[in-house]
Antibody
Framework: EVQLVESGGGLVQPGRSLRLSCAAS????????MHWVRQAPGKGLEWVSG????????GYADSVKGRFTISRDNAKNSLYLQMNSLRAEDMALYYC????????????????WGQGTLVTVSS | QTVVTQEPSLTVSPGGTVTLTCASS?????????PNWFQQKPGQAPRALIY???NKHSWTPARFSGSLLGGKAALTLSGVQPEDEAEYYC??????????FGGGTKLTVL
């Protein structure tokens, strides 16, 4: 059974940093690209970032480019999102999602999603 | 700034048929945008329904189908069930590891 479990969310002050993790199981992690998607309270889904199986291809939404960094550790079956210079508008539930492909990030889409981890940005 | 547009809300009667659409500000949506569709119910994570325009996941009910229609991606629900009431999101691929979600369609079954 595929499982994606996010962690690392919490309350953080504007301008500070936070690192999210996603622990994957039930599939061969290093065969697939992975993504982060967020959802602000009462709002729609926003794609944040994606990374290919070997970290050779990475993409970011314009809203987070230069502030967020996606990475993965295939030996640990884990996906990460380093979030720096956090803003109030970054407050959201952050989901990790599994891609259907390994190399071409997002070209085929997603299949499995985690339950999300909540990031609250407030002073 | 690429914008993906969906109908904000639609209403359908049980047993009826409804089509949701997904348009791109860059022009006609083609198969090269690999349209995906997701369903999200309140308090739940999104669930994948359709990938690469019209392909269903193993768990996708047969009443859901995806297509291209008049320059847009489309999701058609035939024989709508009460449990289909949910928010539906499309996702388009713009190349170079860039993806954009639509704003979502709130489907009411009434």
């Amino acid at each position: 059974e595929v499982q994606l479990v996010e962690s690392g969310g919490g309350l953080v002050q504007p301008g500070r940093s936070l690192r999210l993790s996603c622990a994957a199981s039930g599939f061969t992690f290093d065969d697939y690209a992975m993504h982060w998607v967020r959802q602000a309270p009462g709002k729609g889904l926003e794609w944040v970032s994606g990374i290919s199986w070997n970290s050779g291809s990475i993409g970011y939404a314009d809203s987070v480019k230069g502030r967020f960094t996606i990475s993965r550790d295939n030996a640990k079956n884990s996906l990460y999102l380093q979030m720096n210079s956090l803003r109030a508008e970054d407050m959201a539930l952050y989901y990790c999602a599994k891609d259907l492909d390994g190399s071409i990030v997002g070209a085929r889409g997603f299949d499995y999603w985690g339950q999300g981890t909540l990031v609250t940005v407030s002073s | 700034q690429t914008v993906v547009t969906q109908e904000p809300s639609l209403t359908v009667s049980p047993g009826g048929t409804v089509t949701l659409t997904c348009a791109s500000s860059t022009g006609a949506v083609t198969s090269g945008y690999y349209p995906n569709w997701f369903q999200q119910k309140p308090g739940q994570a999104p669930r994948a329904l359709i990938y690469s325009t019209s392909n269903k996941h193993s768990w996708t009910p047969a009443r859901f189908s995806g297509s291209l229609l008049g320059g847009k991606a489309a999701l058609t629900l035939s024989g709508v069930q009460p449990e289909d009431e949910a928010e539906y999101y499309c996702l388009l691929y713009y190349g170079g590891a860039q993806l954009v979600f639509g704003g979502g369609t709130k489907l009411t079954v009434l």
